[in-house]
């Protein structure tokens, strides 16, 4: 493990940004082998094993893990394509179509072609529909490997700007991922957070087409950012595409070549007949009725219509008045039936700076996280989550095999594009940012287009931030090089054996709302002692709380504050941290009175005091009734004798002093600059170290913290209130001069003798 010096340096190491592990021992090896002979397995998720099986065959292979969705893939066949005999000239290679077929333009001009000719190609046509459906395989650096349907499509049949794609591992991933979204019966579709020229434009559009001309009846729609971009992404990709596809993948279209708002697949209705198309005159004419089209950007777009697909490009940078959130909420509703999901949305972009709409897209993201499911197992948007890191898919840095080049390379490599590759990704990005260092907003800007965590793709801008944003990112760096969980424990806190106001016991727990860096030694948690008829907490020296709190369980629109709870040390002699914050909170449980008992038996256990927002009273009215008015300090700004009758019988400080907020702010602003990323003065600690805040949701909080709008921002109320809870003796008002002026004689007291200063 580095040491601290060496830490600071380093961002995140290269296995922590792998795209997929493979699981192991989720079926037994008995039951893939029955199944798999039986051929029974389900496309679709299975329950059971809490997998999804994207195989088509009824049998499976690798079992792999995609940001935390566990995906069966399809059992590999025993004949695979192998474009050579030598590993190194293994990768993939599209196959041209036949001259002898490209001169055929529609399915009309294969109808009137000879029984010899259409029996020479009918099994490469065949071959070419069983792709598009089951996946393909090929043999790549000597090993087998599967692509998706919709990947093969993309690869083999998708005219782009530049000819035809590249092979990059980084989409073979995000195909299987959105293949596991379409076989999800839980899942809406997906959120796909990338990097900039990943090529997602060209992924949609192939997506359209390809779900376009395969399916009746059916409706597909485009949004982007704003309309003139769905309609070009329309216009210069989808219709080119479209028209570009071989015959026998091509429907029947009405209308003209290139359309401007609609491409439609359905019998036209006066140009063409069976009597002037088809010598035989028994042979009937089908069209799909399947329309592509798009929509002007708008919260309502698509409202009321009902999609297969919604293709939705560029979906983090709305801006207002426009709301990716508002629209989502609406467009949701075109993709279902009841409680039947009957479409997905494949959704992909780069995040604008979070003023900027980004804030709203970031939302969304997290809320579509596959590990955070309601009880009908659905991530809170319905959709699921992806992000690829900037490494794996930078433009001139992908080889021959579509691998990424993360480091510079002793010898050059030869790159996708046939260009030598002589330096790597990472080495790149990071000469880069060196270069950007002095400069907070093109250095943010070039994280957010080229992010290798989720923390890059949403950094704002500099100027919109009250702290400094610096060393806050430095610090959201850091905890994104660590694994976070040997640092953190996620947890609950319970009365020992369910009895109230005897021991409390912590548990970790997956889905505990507690998150934990420090944990005390048994013989100083639980410790209280009784003043005045009150509990009163014994580690003050160690630190205290912060907290800010909520009165009200439910909200009119179910979308209510989060209570935050937060536990910071001082400095201190005993065994444990100091100056760090230890305990981060943010929850809404179902009723204000859970939140209140779990904050509660937080500060028992720990022992410690709490600083509590006054304005909304039934957590202070919760400690004093239960006897631990002790707990609850004063506000630090004001004499006991100058509080007013409330504030001594519970305890607490405003927030609507103006004193106060500033006073608040201010707390959280030294704190930052003492203790969070790096100090290159070496003030406050040794300049190679950094800071110990592993809690990222509220350093990604401070970085937005707003002064004139704090409702929004939980974490920095309770976080503040905790460093302002542990320096009360900052906030303690002055005490006024005496008048009585004493005058004492002074001496000057040189040479042998002192002499009296008249």
């Known amino acids: 493990m580095e040491t601290k010096s060496n830490q600071s340096k380093v961002l995140l190491k290269d296995d922590q940004n792998r795209l997929f592990y493979v699981v192991k021992n ?75 077929l490209s001169r055929i333009s529609s399915i009309f001009q294969w109808n009137e072609m000879v029984s010899i000719f259409k029996n020479k190609w009918v099994d490469y046509i065949e071959t070419e529909f069983d792709r598009r459906d089951y996946g393909h395989w090929f043999y790549n650096k000597g090993k087998p490997i599967y692509m998706t349907g919709s990947h093969y499509m993309y690869l083999q049949w998708t005219s ?98 290139k359309p401007k708002t609609e491409l439609a697949f359905r019998i036209p209705a006066s140009k063409i007949t069976k009597k002037n198309m088809y010598d035989n005159v028994n042979d009937e004419l089908y069209g799909l009725d399947t329309t592509i089209d798009w929509k002007n950007t708008d919260d309502n777009s698509y409202d009321g219509e009902k999609l297969l697909l919604l293709v939705h490009d560029e979906s983090g940078k709305w801006i207002k008045p426009n709301n990716i959130l508002n629209n989502w909420r609406v467009t949701k509703t075109c993709l279902r039936l009841g409680s039947k999901i009957i479409g997905k949305c494949m959704m992909g972009s780069t995040s604008n700076a979070l003023s900027k709409g980004g804030d709203n897209f970031k939302k969304l993201y997290e809320d579509s996280n596959v590990l955070t499911r309601n009880s009908n197992g659905q991530t809170k948007s319905g959709m699921y989550s992806l992000f690829v890191p900037m490494e794996w898919n930078m433009e001139g840095f992908i080889d021959k095999h579509g691998l990424p080049v993360l480091h510079k390379p002793e010898e050059k490599i030869l790159g996708v594009d046939d260009e030598m590759i002589s330096n790597g990704a990472i080495d790149y990005w990071q000469a880069e940012v060196d270069s950007l260092k002095n400069d907070a907003d093109a250095l943010n800007e070039f994280y957010r287009q080229f992010p290798r965590t989720e923390s890059h793709a949403f950094r704002d801008e500099s100027k919109s931030s009250l702290f400094n944003l610096t060393k806050i990112y430095q610090q959201i760096d850091y905890n994104d090089s660590l694994i976070i969980e040997q640092h953190v424990t996620r947890g609950k806190f319970y009365w020992q054996d369910g009895v109230k106001d005897t021991k409390v016991i912590f548990s970790p727990d997956k889905k505990g709302r507690f998150r934990v860096s420090w944990m005390p030694n048994k013989n100083i948690t639980n410790l209280k002692y009784k003043k005045n008829g009150s509990y009163s907490p014994v580690n003050e020296h160690i630190g205290a709380f912060g907290c800010d709190s909520y009165d009200i369980s ?21 065994e444990a941290p100091s100056n760090e914050f230890f305990l981060e909170y943010v929850a809404r ?61 519970l305890g607490g400080i405003p927030n609507t002093s103006e004193d106060v907020k500033q006073s608040h702010a201010s707390a959280i602003e030294s704190y930052i600059e003492k203790h969070i990323g790096m100090d290159l003065t070496g003030a406050y600690r040794d300049s190679s170290e950094i800071g110990t805040m592993y809690f990222t949701r509220s350093l990604d909080e401070w970085a937005r913290f707003d002064i004139n709008n704090r409702t929004k921002f939980d974490a920095s109320i309770s976080s503040g209130l905790a460093i302002m809870a542990n320096q009360k003796n ?7 001069q005496s008048k009585i002026n004493l005058n004492f004689a002074r001496y000057a007291n040189s040479g042998n003798y002192s002499e009296l200063i008249k």
């Open 730 to 736: 900052l906030y303690l008002p002055e005490q006024k």
């Open 554 to 574: 439910g909200t009119v629109s179910g979308r209510g504050s989060n209570g935050a709870l937060h536990g910071l040390t001082k400095f201190n002699m005993e």
């Open 160 to 257: 782009i700007d530049i000819g035809y794609p590249d092979f990059r591992e980084a989409n073979r991933i995000f195909f299987i991922y959105w293949e596991a979204c379409k076989a999800d019966n839980r899942c809406f579709g997906l959120v796909y957070l990338k990097i900039r020229r990943s090529g997602f434009s060209f992924m949609g559009s192939s997506e359209c087409v390809n779900t376009g001309t395969l399916v009746k009846d059916s409706r597909v729609g485009i949004l982007s950012k704003t309309g003139a971009d769905a309609k070009k992404m329309f216009t210069d990709k989808v219709v080119p595409i479209a028209n570009r596809l071989p015959f026998f993948f091509k429907p029947i279209q009405d209308g003209m070549d």
């Open 589 to 649: 449980p179902q009723t204000a009175e859970i939140f209140f008992e779990e904050v509660l038996m937080a500060c028992i256990f720990f022992s410690m005091p709490i600083l509590i927002e006054n304005n909304k009273p039934r957590l202070l009215y919760h400690f004093k009734n239960r006897g631990y008015r002790g707990f609850c300090m004063n506000r630090p700004d004001k004499h006991f004798n100058k509080l007013s009758k409330t504030e001594k019988e």
């Open 26 to 100: 989720l079926v037994p090896k008995n039951v893939v082998t029955t199944k798999n002979k039986s051929k029974t397995w389900v496309y679709g998720y299975s329950q059971r094993y809490d997998m999804v099986v994207i195989s088509k065959s009824g049998q499976i292979g690798d079992i792999i893990n995609i940001n935390g969705l566990n995906i069966a893939l399809p059992l590999a066949p025993e004949k695979i394509n192998k474009r050579s005999e030598e590993k190194k000239d293994q990768y993939w290679q599209r196959e041209n179509l036949p001259k002898e």
